[in-house]
């Protein structure tokens, strides 16, 4: 099996049942699997809340590990509305054309770096700091900010064999405390000091809101862009007719953008809790329960997608729910989208070819389902374009 090719644990599953079920600490999760489901329910924020107990509806859940509400993530319409209201503007200026020229000069310098090493490690030593780099344009903080992210390492909550760390989520935590001290103190023109000096129902958000937006913005975008970065140049490696095609029609990249993110799904799923006992595919939900939305086995649906388990580059129709769906479609999409936008179109312009070495899968645990996220390692030469 090629090192970039993604298995699709949920087909037996979904085409038999339409669900899978998991233990996650005791708390355990009915995984909606077919498309139609997980659009649906995830519309149903009546039944299906996000607003439950902070952490509860991650899956592994964070309940463990914090009491800080992820705000607008966590919490549902008609509240969700007027938080979203106020972050997403700041969200949308990846759509600016001085934030693409920041980032693409960004990336462009990553790569020239890299194309002079022999061996590069892709996830530590390419998608983290791409990422973390990046995250400074979209927090309006200065770039050295970057050193600092980079050192903790590709998982804010994770360690090695571990689903969470307490310890290591408050190095995040203390931190953003921290940043939002010095930002009431001192406002600049960064996140937190936009955040510090909005409005809510005719009031300031507090500081405990502001770390919520905070909290979600960090994590919500980090191991996601990691993982989407690293699959995208490993398929890259893999398919050298591929990156010959971008060069030649670069008029797809876009498509090819939504494409890698149906196929890889940087993230696997995400919970609600049910407020009601109702049923979930003809399988009872029992109140106070928790579901997930399995955008991973809904982006494989036969029956919405052809070749399900193939990268269409130019696929004509694609709805994915990478980016999640309804209400609660990620805020970070349009950031992640320019990222992997810019990043395609470097490479097609300044790589010749990869060599993959060697490579450590990540493979998350769900129980008796085993999905394929991504690496821990993947070792690679970036050989440049010559023309």
């Given at each position: 099996m090629n090192k970039s090719e993604f298995p699709d644990p949920f087909e037996n599953e979904r085409e038999s049942k339409g669900y899978g079920e998991m233990d996650d600490q005791n708390d355990p999760v009915t995984m909606l699997l077919r498309h139609k489901d997980v659009r649906k329910t995830a519309h149903n924020y009546k039944t299906f809340q996000s607003g439950a107990v902070p952490?509860?509806?991650?899956?592994?859940?964070?309940?463990?590990?914090?009491?800080t509400r992820q705000i607008p993530f966590e919490v549902d319409p008609p509240v969700h509305g007027i938080y979203r209201g106020l972050v997403e503007p700041w969200f949308k200026r990846p759509l600016q054309p001085e934030y693409q020229e920041k980032l693409a000069e960004q990336i462009t310098n990553i790569v020239e770096e890299v194309l002079q090493e022999d061996s590069v490690e892709v996830v530590t030593d390419f998608a983290l700091k791409l990422q973390s780099?990046?995250?400074t344009l979209l927090l309006n903080t200065p770039f050295?900010?970057?050193?600092?992210?980079?050192?903790?390492g590709t998982h804010v909550f994770r360690s090695e064999g571990e689903a969470l760390d307490g310890d290591k989520a408050n190095i995040l935590y203390d931190y953003i405390d921290a940043e939002i001290e010095r930002a009431s103190k001192n406002p600049t023109g960064d996140m937190y000091s936009?955040?510090?000096?909005?409005?809510?129902?005719?009031?300031?958000?507090?500081?405990?809101?502001?770390?919520?937006?905070?909290?979600l913005t960090f994590a919500g975008g980090r191991d996601t862009v990691i993982n989407a970065v690293t699959n995208a140049i490993a398929y890259l490696a893999e398919h050298p007719e591929s990156l010959e095609r971008l060069r030649k029609e670069?008029?797809?990249t876009g498509k090819t953008v939504e494409e890698m993110i149906r196929y890889f799904?940087?993230?696997?799923?995400?919970?609600?809790?049910?407020?009601?006992?109702?049923?979930?595919?003809?399988?009872?939900?029992?109140?106070?329960?928790?579901?997930?939305?399995?955008?991973?086995?809904?982006?494989r649906d036969a029956k919405v997608f052809e070749n399900p388990n193939e990268i269409v580059m130019d696929r004509r129709i694609n709805p994915h729910v990478g980016f999640g769906?309804?209400?609660?479609n990620c805020l970070g999409a349009t950031h992640a989208r320019q990222i992997m936008k810019i990043l395609l179109q470097t490479l097609a312009e300044k790589v010749g070819s990869f060599k993959i070495f060697d490579c450590k899968e990540n493979i998350e645990d769900l129980h008796h389902f085993k999905?394929?996220?991504?690496?821990?390692?993947?070792?690679?030469k970036f050989n440049p374009l010559t023309k």
């Open positions: 952490g509860r509806i991650v899956v592994p859940s964070e309940v463990s590990i914090r009491e780099r990046a995250l050295s900010e970057s050193e600092t992210w980079i050192s903790w936009i955040l510090l000096d909005s409005e809510f129902e005719g009031r300031k958000l507090t500081k405990e809101e502001v770390k919520g937006v905070m909290v670069p008029e797809i799904s940087p993230l696997t799923q995400m919970g609600r809790v049910v407020t009601e006992d109702t049923f979930v595919c003809e399988h009872a939900a029992k109140a106070d329960t928790r579901v997930s939305l399995c955008w991973a086995s809904a982006n769906f309804s209400h609660h999905r394929k996220v991504g690496f821990h390692s993947i070792n690679m």
